[in-house]
């Protein structure tokens, strides 16, 4: 088995020195590593957010729990479409608690 090798700054990440967002993700990011036996992780210089579907209260617990704890993207980052349409929300289908929590977590 191939041992992840962290920098000395991706170690202080994990360990919570940037604060409880960072180390949050880091240890997303090491246990999937991990998971697929990487030896490293590589440096980005653009990222993708993939999560901003409304599929139920824990997407949106996760969102809220990186904001409350400082998270901030560090490179230039998209996203993906949204369950609501934010200029014209009077056309989403679903129920106004839904819309809501799609909005919140846009």
């Known amino acids: 088995m191939i041992e992840l090798e962290l920098t000395e700054a991706e170690?202080?990440?994990l360990s919570g020195a940037a604060g409880p967002a960072v180390q949050?993700?880091?240890r997303i990011l090491v246990t999937m590593a991990r998971v697929y036996g990487a030896p490293r992780l590589l440096?980005?210089?653009s990222a993708h957010i993939d999560g901003c579907l409304y599929h139920g209260q824990s997407g949106?617990?996760?969102a809220e729990?990186?904001?409350?704890?400082g998270a901030q993207v560090r490179v230039p980052t998209t996203?993906?479409?949204?369950a609501v349409d934010l200029l014209h929300p009077e056309h989403f289908q679903g129920s106004a608690t839904?819309?809501?929590a799609a909005a919140?977590?846009?």
């Open 98 to 100: 839904q819309a809501q």
């Open 65 to 69: 729990r990186l904001v409350a704890g």
């Open 43 to 45: 440096t980005i210089r």
């Open 24 to 26: 949050m993700a880091m």
């Open 11 to 13: 170690q202080g990440m």
């Open 79 to 82: 996203l993906n479409v949204g």
């Open 104 to 106: 919140r977590l846009m």
């Open 60 to 62: 949106l617990d996760f």
